[in-house]
Structure formats: structure tokens, C-alpha cells
């Protein structure tokens, strides 16, 4: 091959290659004037949008609150949202429930706890399309500080709690934006059971309630079960602090179990053991004891009982109640179930709001109750209980069917779903039971039901030492495990009695629910420790 | 007249008169004790008034009005060990002045242990009508120390109601029928059917037209009992019944009872 040759070849190729070249070099600044222009028109567009978007301050993401500055913004409450605010201008945080976009408009639902109310965001003179897009963005159960003119409305909003009204949004920034994928849906969340199946519609799982609790916390159901159990904690404590009780703290890590033992957690107590207390039944009776005359408290019991039912939990609230009486241990009958009473009546007569949403996902009869509370005798019960067929030996303990049965027989009678079951046999009691002083078969103890369920068991404790050490002999129980229980009652001690509720038991038979773990907040079972 | 214009009179006018007077005394004591009871209830602050109703109840028990022993076992069925609970559902709004009347009797027969309550579909009641079946009994803690109960719920119902053997007995409702029955745990139905008819009919007389009747229903009631009145001592004739007591309760709350014969 000569040079030419070569340069010549070389030349056509590169002949061929500029041709090629300036073929793809025309071919490119095709592409770049395209994109150029392209590029134009969009910097164009944006500028266009951004001259048009007239409402760019009036949403957006603001930077986290850090308490950079303190505003002195009055926020308003979505329940005092009525038409009379109408035509007002108000601020209001609140989570985004639903958000629909429709065209030019936005309705968003917002909540707070158990009260919502539609929120109407429209291209406007007040709203521009990119913030109405903007809204329509915003996460569910994202929090959201809005302004907003109230409005009257024609038509009934019927899905919302304020149905009267609506707001007409000006502003809207994000204060904290939820994850885009919520692990269950409130409105899923609340639904009553059998309503899901009927319209293929999800309902949720307990365990995928229990386990994303924070957001299942928030449903109407629970705002209005935990608030009501709170109502019941505080009318616990003031019917009995008016009654002349005094509220006593008890230790809940002690040395030895109170009753029997084979319920207790054991947990290490530096180099030896404790246990985790299951009754604060001991630390009452030192109070009588010690001149404290009647006492209550409200505190943690644990019971270490591997029973996976739907009233049992291994950690629930104590309601427990301890008193010296006079001459009869009635006189204690009578101060616990007047504050039960009490209890019930605050409910009826404050919180029908509250059992109506419970009601409306899980549907029950409104609790009944008479004043005085109706007292049966043990052997009553063993009698209606052989009248309605069932067999059973006089001195044998209620079985839960038994108790349940009877339960409906004295509401059939009665037409009361709390009533007191008095003079238990003396077999089935523990051993510091009084007995009765005329027939020794019996004691002076009582339970106490709600609607056919047991909340309540308690007795005329004994306070003479010799008679407690009898009835411990009796029972074969080791007097030496014992021995500061009995030795307490030694320097003088009143007749007294007394009984404890579980908190969450109450409120659940209350409201009719079927499971204890939707009246407890973080319930804690055989099987669940978290969260 | 002209047995006096002699000087002397009949020994058997004497008699009558003196049966006469023997009736309005008994009368008289019957309506103290009604309106004694009916006070505690219907006007407030008026405390019970416990002498009246207990004469009433003895007074009539020691006339022969009771003859023969009822027996509890054979009228309300054998005692299993429990209580024989009487459940009465009452109105606040319309307090049964018959039935507190029938079991003030009861109190004397037998050893009845009365309570009251409120149920909660009633919100207030006035508290003369918590104390309507008297003081508690002193040996109220033990029920089983009684032969009978008697449980009085102030209770938000139509009509009044009474339970007692739910496996065996539908609820009795109306306080008419309600009285029928626990009349005759005090006292048999006379035997005469024509009797018996009479006092039933009385007892309706009583609760259709005196106290739910028109002014004219009443009126013709009022002038009735008059003339029956006038012709025996009780209104089903010689014996006390449970038409003596509807009649006076209803005559009483139907307002009418100054215009009344007695």
C-alpha cells in the first residue's frame, strides 16, 4: 500500500467520516436546538407558572418546627366549629383524614380525635391550580396548620361531625407529613365486623391493630373507649375521696407472693429474687391497720397466669378499695357499690357521645344498673341456678358458664346488669375470709358482676391473729411464709373488708366490648410484650 | 220514726245502727291510712306515716276479713331455699297507691323483706317514693330470715310490671292485675263465683273508669259506690276485699275524693 494510496484512503474516509460527521454534527444541533428550545419553552412554562402562581406563599412545606418563634395564633377547636363562626376567618391544626381531588377543587376531611369537618380548597382568587395540586398531595394523617373561612352549608355534611359547616381553605403548610403508606386505614380500622364481609370491605385484625397501636389509637372507637376509661379512674377517685377515702401508693415489687404464689412473676432483685405484686391486698390491710381508716388505689396488678382469653391480661390497673367498718361488713358492700353506682351514673349522664361511637362499631345493650344495687345470696343464686336446671352442689363455686347463666336470669328478673352475690360457702374463699358467725358453711364475702362477668371479689377480712393462724391451718398453709401477714394484726386491728376491679374489665363490660385488650391501652398477654 | 215517737227502740234498730257505726268507723280509719299513704307520695317532704298505715293493717287483719290460712307453698310454689322475690316495676309518674297499700298488709302476715330501688332508666326520683315501703327492716342484711320479698323498682315503664318466677310465670302486667294476685296471698277469693265476679268487677270499675275515666265515667262511679255503700258494709258485700281497696286508692287519685260518698 504507497502512502498516497493510503493517504488517500484515508482521505475519502475522512471525507466519508466529515460527511458522516457533519451529517450527525447537523443531526445534533437538530437535537440541541430542539432541546434548546425545548428548554426555552419550559424555563418559559416555569416562568409562566411561577408568575401565575399568584398563591406561592399561601401553602408549602415550612421548615420543622423548632420553636424558632412563638406565634400568637389562636387555633380553633374543629368541635366549636357551628354556624355560628360562620363568615370567620380562623386558624386550625388538625390531621388530613381524606383528601379528594376533583378538577379545580380539593375536598379534604379534617380531624381532630373524634370530631371532623370538610375542608373545600378551590382554584380561585384565593387558590391557585398548583395549590390546589399541592393539597391534594398532602399525605393521610399528615398534620396541617390551615386558614380558613367557616361556611354555612346547605346540605348536611353527614360524614363529618361538624355537619353544619365546612371551611373554605386560604392557607394550608405542612407541619408534619405522614408516610405516604399507612400500615392499616383508619376508616378500615372502625369498621363494625360483619359490615366488612357484606361489602367486601377491609376490616383490620386485632393483632395488626395491637401492633401498629398508635394509629389505631386514633380511630373515634378508641379516642372514646380511652377517654371514657379515664372518666371512670376519676370518678373512682372522687366518689371515694368524698366519701372520706384516702389514696395510698403500694409497693409493686415485694418479697413474697400475697395469695398463694404460683401466679407471680419472679423478677431478680439484685442477688436474690423478688416477685412483681398481684394484689395490693397486704399493703391495704396495713393502712386499716395503721389508722388510715378507709383507703383506695389505683395501680398496676400483674398476674403471671398463661390464660389466653378475652378478660385476661398478665398486667392491668387495680381499682382497690380497703375500709375499716362498724358492726357489719355490709357497711362496706354498701360504699362499693354506691361508687360503682356513682361511677355507672357519670357515664349515663356524661359520655353518651362517647358510648354511642363505641356502639356504633360494636353494637350492645346500654348498660343497666338499679340504686341501691340489688344483693343476692349465694344460696338464691344455687337455687335459681336448680330452678333453671342446672346441677350443682350447695357449697361449690359458680363455674364462669354458671356465672353467666345466672347473670341472665337476674337481669330476666331484675333487668340489672350489676349486682352483688353475697355469702360465698367458706370452701372456695381464701383463708383469711371471715366466716359467717351463725352458719360456719358460709363467709362473709361477696363478688360483684357486670353483665354476668365477675369484676369484684372481696370479704370481711379476718383481723383476729389466732383465727387467721385456724383458718391458715386449715388451709395448710406454711405459717412461716405467712408469718408478717399475721403478726400485722397483732398491736389491735378494726374489723375491715374490702375488694379490688380491674380497670379494663370494668370499661369493657361496660360498654358490652368482647375483648379486653380493646380497653386496654397497651395490653400486655401471654403472647404480646410490645408495644 | 215512729218506733222513737214511743219511747223505745227496737233492739234490732239498735243493732243495726250500731253495725253502722262499726262500718264508717272502719271506713273512716281505711281512708286516714290511704291518705296517709298517698301523702308520702304524691306531695313532697311529707314523711311516712307509719302509725296510720299500721293501724289500717291491723285493724283490718282483726276483723274477719281473712278467714283460713293461706298457705305460701301451695299459692306461689315451693320454697327452694331462696327468697321468694315479688319484683314490682313501677312508673314514678304513677305511683301505685294500691299495691303500698297491700303491702303494708302483707307486712302484718308475713315477714316480708320490702326494698326499693331506682333503676337507671329513670333519672330522679323524689325521695318520699325511695321511703314509700317504710324503714328498712333491722334484719335486712339476711335474707334469708324472710318469708317473702317485696322489691319495688322505680323503673321507666308504660305499665306497671310484676315479676316473680321467671321460669314459670309470664310477667303480670297492670297494676289491677297485679293487685289481684297479691291479694289473695292475704286473703282467698270469696267462693260464690257471683262474689268473686263482683270484686273483680269492682276492681276494674275501679281502674277503667275512676282513674283513667272521663269526669262523667267518674261521676256515674262515684254514685254508684254510693248506693253499693248503702246497702252492704264492704263493697262486694259483708267481707273487706280487694274492691274496697282499688275503689278508695282510685277514688283518691283520681282527684275526686272530696265528692266522695265516704
Same mark, same amino acid.
Given at each position: 500500500?504507497?502512502?498516497?494510496?493510503?493517504?488517500?484512503?484515508?482521505?475519502?474516509?475522512?471525507?466519508?467520516?466529515?460527511?458522516?460527521?457533519?451529517?450527525?454534527?447537523?443531526?445534533?444541533?437538530?437535537?440541541?436546538?430542539?432541546?434548546?428550545?425545548?428548554?426555552?419553552?419550559?424555563?418559559?412554562?416555569?416562568?409562566?407558572?411561577?408568575?401565575?402562581?399568584?398563591?406561592?406563599?399561601?401553602?408549602?412545606?415550612?421548615?420543622?418546627?423548632?420553636?424558632?418563634?412563638?406565634?400568637?395564633?389562636?387555633?380553633?377547636?374543629?368541635?366549636?366549629?357551628?354556624?355560628?363562626?360562620?363568615?370567620?376567618?380562623?386558624?386550625?391544626?388538625?390531621?388530613?383524614?381524606?383528601?379528594?381531588?376533583?378538577?379545580?377543587?380539593?375536598?379534604?376531611?379534617?380531624?381532630?380525635?373524634?370530631?371532623?369537618?370538610?375542608?373545600?380548597?378551590?382554584?380561585?382568587?384565593?387558590?391557585?391550580?398548583?395549590?390546589?395540586?399541592?393539597?391534594?398531595?398532602?399525605?393521610?394523617?399528615?398534620?396541617?396548620?390551615?386558614?380558613?373561612?367557616?361556611?354555612?352549608?346547605?346540605?348536611?355534611?353527614?360524614?363529618?361531625?361538624?355537619?353544619?359547616?365546612?371551611?373554605?381553605?386560604?392557607?394550608?403548610?405542612?407541619?408534619?407529613?405522614?408516610?405516604?403508606?399507612?400500615?392499616?386505614?383508619?376508616?378500615?380500622?372502625?369498621?363494625?365486623?360483619?359490615?366488612?364481609?357484606?361489602?367486601?370491605?377491609?376490616?383490620?385484625?386485632?393483632?395488626?391493630?395491637?401492633?401498629?397501636?398508635?394509629?389505631?389509637?386514633?380511630?373515634?372507637?378508641?379516642?372514646?373507649?380511652?377517654?371514657?376509661?379515664?372518666?371512670?379512674?376519676?370518678?373512682?377517685?372522687?366518689?371515694?375521696?368524698?366519701?372520706?377515702?384516702?389514696?395510698?401508693?403500694?409497693?409493686?415489687?415485694?418479697?413474697?407472693?400475697?395469695?398463694?404464689?404460683?401466679?407471680?412473676?419472679?423478677?431478680?432483685?439484685?442477688?436474690?429474687?423478688?416477685?412483681?405484686?398481684?394484689?395490693?391486698?397486704?399493703?391495704?390491710?396495713?393502712?386499716?391497720?395503721?389508722?388510715?381508716?378507709?383507703?383506695?388505689?389505683?395501680?398496676?396488678?400483674?398476674?403471671?397466669?398463661?390464660?389466653?382469653?378475652?378478660? %385476661?391480661?398478665?398486667?392491668?390497673?387495680?381499682?382497690?378499695?380497703?375500709?375499716?367498718?362498724?358492726?357489719?361488713? %355490709?357497711?362496706?358492700?354498701?360504699?362499693?357499690?354506691?361508687? &360503682?353506682?356513682?361511677?355507672?351514673?357519670?357515664?349515663?349522664?356524661?359520655?353518651?357521645?362517647?358510648?354511642?361511637?363505641?356502639?356504633?362499631?360494636?353494637?350492645?345493650?346500654?348498660?343497666?344498673?338499679?340504686?341501691?344495687?340489688?344483693?343476692?345470696?349465694?344460696?338464691?343464686?344455687?337455687?335459681?341456678?336448680?330452678?333453671?336446671?342446672?346441677? &350443682?352442689?350447695?357449697?361449690?363455686?359458680?363455674?364462669?358458664?354458671?356465672?353467666?347463666?345466672?347473670?341472665?336470669?337476674?337481669?330476666?328478673?331484675?333487668?340489672?346488669?350489676?349486682?352483688?352475690?353475697?355469702?360465698?360457702?367458706?370452701?372456695?374463699?381464701?383463708?383469711?375470709? &371471715?366466716?359467717?358467725?351463725?352458719?360456719?358453711?358460709?363467709?362473709?364475702?361477696?363478688? &360483684?358482676?357486670?353483665?354476668?362477668?365477675?369484676?369484684?371479689?372481696?370479704?370481711?377480712?379476718?383481723?383476729?391473729?389466732?383465727?387467721?393462724?385456724?383458718?391458715?391451718?386449715? %388451709?395448710?398453709?406454711?405459717?412461716?411464709?405467712?408469718?408478717?401477714?399475721?403478726?400485722?394484726?397483732?398491736?389491735?386491728?378494726?374489723?375491715?373488708?374490702?375488694?379490688?376491679?380491674?380497670?379494663?374489665?370494668?370499661?369493657?363490660?361496660?360498654?358490652?366490648? %368482647?375483648?379486653?385488650?380493646?380497653?386496654?391501652?397497651?395490653?400486655?398477654?401471654?403472647?404480646?410484650?410490645?408495644? | 220514726?215512729?218506733?222513737?215517737?214511743?219511747?223505745?227502740?227496737?233492739?234490732?234498730?239498735?243493732?243495726?245502727?250500731? @253495725?253502722?257505726?262499726?262500718?264508717?268507723?272502719?271506713?273512716?280509719?281505711?281512708?286516714?291510712?290511704?291518705?296517709?299513704?298517698?301523702?308520702?307520695?304524691?306531695?313532697?317532704?311529707?314523711?311516712?306515716?307509719?302509725?296510720?298505715?299500721?293501724?289500717?293493717?291491723?285493724?283490718?287483719?282483726?276483723?274477719?276479713?281473712?278467714?283460713?290460712?293461706?298457705?305460701?307453698?301451695?299459692?306461689?310454689?315451693?320454697?327452694?331455699?331462696? /327468697?321468694?322475690?315479688?319484683?314490682?316495676?313501677?312508673?314514678?309518674?304513677?305511683?301505685?297507691?294500691?299495691?303500698?297499700?297491700?303491702?303494708?298488709?302483707?307486712?302484718?302476715?308475713?315477714?316480708?323483706?320490702?326494698?326499693?330501688?331506682?333503676?337507671?332508666?329513670?333519672?330522679?326520683?323524689?325521695?318520699?317514693?325511695?321511703?314509700?315501703?317504710?324503714?328498712?327492716?333491722?334484719?335486712?342484711?339476711?335474707?334469708?330470715?324472710?318469708?317473702?320479698?317485696?322489691?319495688?323498682?322505680?323503673?321507666?315503664?308504660?305499665? /306497671?310490671?310484676?315479676?316473680?318466677?321467671?321460669?314459670?310465670?309470664?310477667?303480670?302486667?297492670?297494676?289491677?292485675?297485679?293487685?289481684?294476685?297479691?291479694?289473695?296471698?292475704?286473703?282467698?277469693?270469696?267462693?260464690?263465683?257471683?262474689?268473686?265476679?263482683?270484686?273483680?268487677?269492682?276492681?276494674?270499675?275501679?281502674?277503667?273508669?275512676?282513674?283513667?275515666?272521663?269526669?262523667?265515667?267518674?261521676?256515674?262511679?262515684? @254514685?254508684?259506690?254510693?248506693?253499693?255503700?248503702?246497702?252492704?258494709?264492704? /263493697?262486694?258485700?259483708?267481707?273487706?276485699?280487694?274492691?274496697?281497696?282499688?275503689?278508695?286508692?282510685?277514688?283518691?287519685?283520681?282527684?275526686?275524693?272530696?265528692?266522695?260518698?265516704?
Amino acid at each position: 500500500m504507497t502512502k498516497d494510496e493510503v493517504q488517500g484512503a484515508t482521505e475519502e474516509e475522512q471525507q466519508a467520516q466529515s460527511k458522516k460527521g457533519l451529517k450527525k454534527q447537523q443531526k445534533e444541533a437538530e437535537k440541541a436546538a430542539k432541546k434548546a428550545e425545548k428548554q426555552a419553552k419550559l424555563a418559559a412554562d416555569q416562568q409562566t407558572t411561577e408568575e401565575d402562581d399568584f398563591a406561592k406563599d399561601q401553602y408549602g412545606v415550612p421548615p420543622m418546627v423548632q420553636s424558632q418563634q412563638k406565634l400568637d395564633r389562636a387555633l380553633v377547636r374543629i368541635q366549636d366549629l357551628t354556624p355560628e363562626k360562620a363568615d370567620q376567618l380562623i386558624w386550625l391544626r388538625a390531621r388530613v383524614h381524606t383528601s379528594r381531588a376533583k378538577g379545580k377543587q380539593c375536598f379534604l376531611v379534617l380531624r381532630q380525635q373524634q370530631f371532623n369537618v370538610q375542608a373545600l380548597v378551590a382554584v380561585g382568587d384565593r387558590a391557585s391550580k398548583q395549590m390546589v395540586k399541592f393539597a391534594a398531595n398532602i399525605t393521610k394523617e399528615s398534620i396541617v396548620d390551615v386558614e380558613a373561612s367557616v361556611r354555612k352549608v346547605e346540605q348536611k355534611i353527614e360524614s363529618c361531625s361538624q355537619q353544619d359547616v365546612e371551611l373554605h381553605v386560604e392557607r394550608i403548610f405542612v407541619v408534619s407529613q405522614a408516610e405516604a403508606r399507612l400500615p392499616l386505614q383508619l376508616d378500615d380500622a372502625v369498621r363494625p365486623d360483619g359490615e366488612g364481609e357484606e361489602e367486601g370491605r377491609a376490616t383490620v385484625n386485632q393483632d395488626t391493630k395491637l401492633d401498629n397501636r398508635v394509629i389505631d389509637l386514633r380511630t373515634t372507637t378508641s379516642q372514646a373507649i380511652f377517654r371514657l376509661q379515664a372518666r371512670v379512674c376519676q370518678l373512682f377517685r372522687d366518689t371515694l375521696t368524698n366519701k372520706g377515702f384516702v389514696e395510698i401508693q403500694t409497693p409493686k415489687i415485694i418479697s413474697a407472693a400475697s395469695e398463694g404464689g404460683a401466679n407471680v412473676f419472679t423478677v431478680s432483685y439484685f442477688k436474690t429474687s423478688a416477685y412483681l405484686a398481684q394484689s395490693p391486698q397486704l399493703y391495704k390491710q396495713m393502712c386499716i391497720c395503721a389508722d388510715f381508716d378507709k383507703v383506695f388505689c389505683v395501680g398496676p396488678v400483674f398476674r403471671a397466669e398463661d390464660s389466653n382469653t378475652h378478660r %385476661h391480661l398478665t398486667e392491668f390497673v387495680g381499682l382497690d378499695i380497703e375500709m375499716a367498718f362498724n358492726y357489719h361488713y %355490709h357497711e362496706v358492700i354498701e360504699s362499693i357499690t354506691d361508687t &360503682m353506682v356513682q361511677i355507672f351514673k357519670g357515664l349515663r349522664d356524661n359520655f353518651q357521645n362517647e358510648i354511642q361511637t363505641v356502639n356504633k362499631q360494636f353494637p350492645s345493650e346500654p348498660f343497666k344498673f338499679l340504686e341501691p344495687t340489688l344483693r343476692l345470696e349465694f344460696t338464691e343464686a344455687v337455687a335459681m341456678l336448680h330452678e333453671a336446671g342446672v346441677e &350443682m352442689g350447695d357449697e361449690e363455686d359458680l363455674s364462669t358458664p354458671n356465672e353467666k347463666l345466672l347473670g341472665r336470669l337476674v337481669k330476666e328478673k331484675y333487668d340489672t346488669d350489676f349486682y352483688v352475690l353475697d355469702k360465698y360457702p367458706l370452701a372456695v374463699r381464701p383463708f383469711y375470709t &371471715m366466716p359467717d358467725p351463725s352458719n360456719p358453711k358460709y363467709s362473709n364475702s361477696y363478688d &360483684m358482676f357486670m353483665r354476668g362477668e365477675e369484676i369484684l371479689s372481696g370479704a370481711q377480712r379476718v383481723h383476729d391473729p389466732q383465727l387467721l393462724t385456724e383458718r391458715a391451718v386449715h %388451709h395448710q398453709i406454711d405459717l412461716e411464709k405467712i408469718k408478717s401477714y399475721i403478726d400485722s394484726f397483732r398491736y389491735g386491728a378494726p374489723p375491715h373488708g374490702g375488694g379490688g376491679i380491674g380497670l379494663e374489665r370494668v370499661c369493657m363490660l361496660y360498654l358490652g366490648l %368482647h375483648n379486653i385488650r380493646q380497653t386496654s391501652m397497651f395490653p400486655r398477654d401471654p403472647k404480646r410484650l410490645t408495644p | 220514726m215512729s218506733m222513737y215517737q214511743n219511747g223505745e227502740v227496737d233492739p234490732a234498730v239498735k243493732a243495726l245502727e250500731a @253495725r253502722q257505726d262499726e262500718i264508717m268507723r272502719k271506713l273512716y280509719e281505711l281512708k286516714a291510712a290511704v291518705e296517709g299513704l298517698a301523702k308520702t307520695v304524691t306531695t313532697p317532704d311529707a314523711d311516712l306515716d307509719l302509725t296510720v298505715s299500721s293501724s289500717l293493717s291491723s285493724q283490718t287483719l282483726s276483723s274477719a276479713a281473712f278467714q283460713g290460712t293461706t298457705d305460701l307453698d301451695s299459692l306461689l310454689g315451693k320454697d327452694h331455699g331462696a /327468697l321468694r322475690d315479688i319484683v314490682i316495676n313501677a312508673n314514678p309518674a304513677q305511683p301505685p297507691l294500691t299495691l303500698l297499700v297491700l303491702h303494708s298488709l302483707l307486712c302484718k302476715r308475713y315477714r316480708v323483706l320490702s326494698t326499693v330501688h331506682v333503676h337507671s332508666s329513670v333519672a330522679d326520683v323524689p325521695s318520699q317514693l325511695l321511703s314509700c315501703l317504710g324503714p328498712r327492716h333491722e334484719d335486712s342484711y339476711a335474707r334469708h330470715l324472710f318469708q317473702l320479698g317485696f322489691t319495688l323498682i322505680w323503673k321507666d315503664v308504660p305499665k /306497671l310490671q310484676m315479676k316473680f318466677s321467671i321460669q314459670n310465670m309470664c310477667p303480670i302486667e297492670g297494676e289491677a292485675n297485679v293487685a289481684r294476685f297479691l291479694f289473695k296471698l292475704l286473703a282467698a277469693y270469696p267462693s260464690d263465683p257471683a262474689l268473686a265476679t263482683m270484686v273483680d268487677s269492682w276492681v276494674d270499675t275501679a281502674f277503667f273508669q275512676l282513674a283513667e275515666g272521663s269526669a262523667k265515667e267518674q261521676a256515674a262511679v262515684l @254514685r254508684a259506690l254510693n248506693s253499693a255503700l248503702g246497702r252492704n258494709p264492704w /263493697l262486694a258485700g259483708p267481707e273487706f276485699s280487694l274492691a274496697d281497696v282499688a275503689c278508695y286508692c282510685c277514688v283518691l287519685q283520681c282527684g275526686s275524693a272530696s265528692s266522695a260518698p265516704y
